[in-house]
């Protein structure tokens, strides 16, 4: 049973930068696929960025491209988003996910481990 968490959020002004961690535990087998997904209140969950971590290939959603970047750190075993000049559109709660599969990666939407989020809010 993977488990997944999540950390870094805050409130920042717009304009301003956030870096999410997700670090995942109880895994038996190599993680081969994570993404971050973000979901604002009465809003359907958005998947923001993906990474297949074999080969550092990524996915962005247009609404976070060239202000977004998805990063991986094998020493710590741990997945980042960068967030910089953030919006208040940017506003939700984010959450890791992660499958042992690579297959299909960049286009997937379902995953089997999901953290329990973290809160990032950004007033104008």
């Known amino acids: 049973q993977v488990q997944l968490a999540e950390s870094g959020g805050g409130s920042v002004q717009a304009g301003g930068s956030l870096r999410l961690s997700c670090a995942p535990s109880?895994?038996?087998?190599?993680?081969?696929?994570m993404a971050w997904f973000r979901q604002a209140p009465g809003e359907e969950r958005e998947r923001v960025a993906t990474?297949?971590?074999?080969?550092?290939?990524?996915y962005y959603a247009d609404s976070v491209m060239g202000r977004f970047t998805i990063s991986q750190d094998n020493a710590k075993n741990t997945l980042y988003l960068q967030m910089n000049s953030l919006k208040p559109e940017d506003t939700g709660m984010y959450y890791c996910?992660?499958?042992?599969?690579?297959?299909?990666?960049?286009?997937?939407?379902?995953?089997?481990?999901w953290g329990r989020g973290t809160q990032v809010t950004v007033s104008s």
């Open positions: 996910a992660a499958t042992p599969t690579g297959v299909g990666c960049l286009g997937r939407t379902d995953f089997g481990s």
């Open positions: 109880g895994y038996k087998y190599g993680l081969r696929c």
């Open positions: 990474m297949l971590l074999t080969t550092g290939s990524t």
